[in-house]
Nanobody, 127 residues
Framework: VQLQASGRGLVQTGGSLRLSCAASGRSFSHYAMGWFRQAPGKEREFVAAISRGGNTYYADSVKGRFTISRDNAKNTVYLQMNSLKPEDTAVYLC??????????????????????WGQGTQVTVSS
């Protein structure tokens, strides 16, 4: 599967932004999806994940502010980001992991377990 992220932007502190990640190919519904981010000079970190069945899991740093969702009919996963902070500035990447043999509620927050990655999209939050 190929992943294409979009929605890059520059917003002020407290603003909102929605990222999209469109998947090509078949069987999008077979994949659990995740969003990760990497800030300059820092390691890539987990942001949010969603299972095939719609279960979600968030990093503590974004819990209550970000929402991950998916639309299997559109082969797309979204990341709605509210109450943005300067420390949210990073390149955001979406990723997919084959979850066909897993239960519908299974999801993954370990980046090394993901099979496919998008190219990343820049999010900049000004103070």
């Amino acid at each position: 599967v190929q992943l294409q992220a979009s929605g890059r932007g520059l917003v002020q502190t407290g603003g909102s932004l929605r990222l999209s990640c469109a998947a090509s190919g078949r069987s999008f519904s077979h994949y659990a999806m995740g969003w990760f981010r990497q800030a300059p000079g820092k390691e890539r970190e987990f942001v949010a994940a969603i299972s095939r069945g719609g279960n979600t899991y968030y990093a503590d740093s974004v819990k209550g502010r970000f929402t991950i969702s998916r639309d299997n009919a559109k082969n797309t996963v979204y990341l709605q980001m509210n109450s943005l902070k300067p420390e949210d500035t990073a390149v955001y990447l979406c990723a997919a992991v084959d979850a066909r043999v897993r239960s519908p509620g299974w999801l993954e927050y370990n980046e090394v377990k993901y099979d496919y990655w998008g190219q990343g999209t820049q999010v900049t939050v000004s103070s």
